[in-house]
């Protein structure tokens, strides 16, 4: 009898009823174990390598076996695998009739699914969900946990690739394959889109979307409000969709690459076709102002690009919009109209900077300044405060190049005239102070926009210059000046965090450039002049602080395997390292023949500094000169016109 308690107990815990035993006494209630079926508890298991090794939270994505931020940083995602601990130890519960009523409803489903499994029945299949449906951590621990196969793979199966960076076509959710199909209808005659880009899903689509909106500030022309998703603007904005992720795709080199020759191929045929609107307009703004990350020397040029958003604008009558009444609500197309127009001015008037003899398209009128006022007044978007500046900036400028449009002046003339506009650069400096805080790019163009004004007055000819006492002195201090402009701009520039380098529009990246040719042409080719020496005032030194600066602090690929081509970071180091050795001697010194891209060695032997470019040919030169290198290879003449945009393209 001892016995009979625990094996009636095993009984009714198989399920089986309970027979109670003659004269048995009632059992008195006592703790047992608490029977749950545990392996052992896990850490944080469905975090990747990637994720765990950077502490932050691992999101799945909408593809299976990829998280957001692989998805996002176009890597493979790594699946971690746990180290098992043992479980700890649970303290003992008192055994209630409700408790044990509970361990055995457990045990019958527990013994329900392992008959199941041993002989699973096809009347039970259909009720199992669509894997679509599962959600995709339950998917996770679907793929982790490993079943046995039916049939064994044969032996000339291909091995298991890796997680693509992208996903499948067929991932991709069916509001995103119309959309690629409604853009290749645009193109029906010009083949098919690319398969890259089909691939890409909507919640890929969305993560660009939000990452353009802080690309946005530095642009404020095309921005978009806060409730507009991805499918609204496939469905009213296509265009605008399309430019967006391509500008927004800049950490991928090979999905840039795609979205940008396809969105060529469209707007060509549009454009062909006659077709003119604000959307097609939006996409070219967008496209154009952050042109700098995918161009191609052999592709359509910008100031092409920016001539056919300029006839679209006037076909619309962009110029002519009617002014709001007062207490009238303005429309939204109107709005988003006007600065359309304002970002068709700011990329003519900085672009026109880089070729003064270029007649510029688009000029100032009273109209730009209403359109800029009305929207800082309605204020839809914090950028809005910022058109207004920006639209004086450009007038500056625009002042700047009709003053001096001459190249020979008088000296007082030309004093006072300077006078002037640096009076007014520092009022209007001053009036934008606290917007110049908070948006980098107002800094940025104020400090562009002074280096133009001292650039242009140093390169003035002062007719009276031999009459005039005071004309040396005041060309050298001209030229002092300009060495402190190109000083605070580059001071600025290093000023931002690694991740705003990235958002910089073209606009801005022409202004460094810009400022960093002014310089080289002050050190390499400004003419002698009492109490001026390069070396003594040390603009080699200037050129590599901030030029170590701004290679330190801009990004660097994020897998150099994807990048197969140099991007703009990497293209600024190079040539950048190649101006940065030029100016290491002062003109005339160091060189035997005056060209500061060649040193003399300890052994007297003269070294060439570009040791890429093609081996000289005899031209009946004497004594054994070399000449200049941009005699030999004129694109490395940094007082070129086209000095900047071949930098830019990195045709270098």
Known sequence: MPRTAPLALMIGLTGLPHQPVANEPPPSPRPIIAM????????NAFACERCRKHKVRCVPSDTTGICQRCQKARVECIEHVARRRPAKPRGTVA??????????????????????????????????????????????????????????????????????????????????????????????????????????????????LDTYRAMADFFPFVALPNDAFCRDLMQQRPMLMFAVLTVASYD??????????????????????????????????????????????????????LQMCLGIAGDL?????????????????????????LGCYYLSTNMGVLEPGRTRNLAYSSTLRAYASDLASTWEYKSDSLLPILVDTCQFIEDVEET???????????????????????????????????????????????????????????????????????????????????????????QMNPSQYEFLSIVDWLNLIFTLTTLGKLALHSSPMPGWDPVDLQLSKTLDHYRDQLCAQMPRPLDVQDRKAEDVFERFRRITAIMKGAMRSGHGRGSPNGS????????????????????????????????????????????????PWKFLMGSL
């Open 95 to 208: 055994q209630t009739p409700a408790r044990a009523a509970d361990v055995e409803s457990k045990l019958d489903m527990l013994s329900a699914i392992v008959t199941s499994t041993s002989a699973p029945s096809p009347a039970l299949q259909p009720t199992l969900p669509p894997v679509t449906t599962l959600p995709s951590q339950m998917l996770e621990k679907i793929q982790r946990t490993p079943t046995p196969a039916p049939l064994p793979p044969p032996a000339s199966a291909p091995p298991a690739s890796k997680t693509p960076i992208l996903p499948n076509p067929g991932s991709a959710p069916e509001s995103a394959l119309s959309f690629w199909e409604s853009i290749n209808d645009t193109i029906s005659g010009m083949g098919r889109l690319d398969p890259v880009l089909r691939s890409i899903s909507v919640v890929h689509m969305q993560l660009l």
């Open 404 to 494: 001096f449009r001459s190249t020979s002046e008088q000296a007082l003339v030309a004093r006072s005239q300077v006078k002037r506009l640096s009076d007014r650069w520092e009022s209007m400096r001053s009036s934008s102070k606290q917007l110049g805080n908070d948006f980098k790019t107002l800094q940025w163009l104020q400090m562009a926009a002074k280096v133009h004004l001292y650039r242009i007055a140093t390169s003035l000819e002062f007719a009276d210059r031999d009459s005039t006492p005071w004309a040396s002195g005041y060309q050298l201090s001209l030229r002092i000046s300009s060495v402190r402009a190109v000083e605070q701009f580059l001071e600025c520039s290093t």
């Open 36 to 43: 749950e079926v545990r392996e052992g508890r896990i850490g």
């Open 317 to 341: 009558g962009l110029d002519r919009i009617p002014p709001t009444h007062a207490f009238a609500k303005e429309d939204v197309r109107d709005r988003e109209a006007k600065r359309a127009y």
């Open 252 to 305: 991928s080199a090979l999905l840039q690459l795609t979205l940008s020759r396809e969105l060529r191929k469209v707007v060509m045929v549009k454009i062909m076709n006659g077709e003119k609107s604000l959307d097609l307009l939006q996409g070219l703004l967008v496209f154009i102002a952050w042109h700098h990350h995918y161009m191609d020397p052999q592709a359509v040029s910008i100031h092409m690009l």
């Open 596 to 643: 500061t891209f060649e040193i003399t060695t300890s052994s007297r032997q003269t070294v060439s500094l570009l040791q890429d470019l093609p081996p000289l040919k005899s031209n009946g030169m004497t004594n054994g000169d070399l000449p200049a290198p941009w005699k030999v290879n004129p694109q490395f003449d940094v007082s070129s016109i086209e000095f």
